[in-house]
Nanobody, 124 residues
Framework: QVHLEESGGGLVQPGGSLRLSCAAE????????MGWYRQAPEKQPELVAT???????NYRDSVKGRFTISRDNAKKMVYLQMSSLKPEDTGVYYC??????????????????WGQGTQVTVFS
């Protein structure tokens, strides 16, 4: 497993932008599929973006065209660039990683690696 630590959350007005970063420690990072989950208060985590080990990407419909996930294997980093933010984007964002997509998409701690999360609040 890899150890993950997020940074970059904060308060932003609607229409604004934020860039989340995730630093990974561990071996074989490049072989991991990486994702960003978002959890709103009293809701289940939802997978908003995935970047696979081959660098292909996938996005939740609600963030397509607004969010961009990327990775730098040499630095063991994953990023989530968020723009045109909306109040419904508010939540705790978790960086996750797993060696299979089946594990990544379970969406629960104990399945794959999870960071501690970073809060994103979009308010007017």
């Amino acid at each position: 497993q890899v150890h993950l630590e997020e940074s970059g959350g904060g308060l932003v007005q609607p229409g604004g932008s934020l860039r989340l970063s995730c630093a990974a420690e561990g071996k074989r990072f490049s072989s991991y599929h990486m994702g960003w989950y978002r959890q709103a208060p009293e809701k289940q985590p939802e997978l908003v973006a995935t970047i696979f080990s081959n660098n292909s990407t996938n996005y939740r419909d609600s963030v397509k065209g607004r969010f961009t996930i990327s990775r730098d294997n040499a630095k063991k980093m994953v990023y989530l660039q968020m723009s045109s933010l909306k109040p419904e984007d508010t939540g705790v964002y978790y960086c996750t990683g797993a060696q299979t997509f089946a594990t990544l998409q379970v969406g629960q701690r104990g399945y794959g690696s999870w960071g501690q999360g970073t809060q994103v609040t979009v308010f007017s």
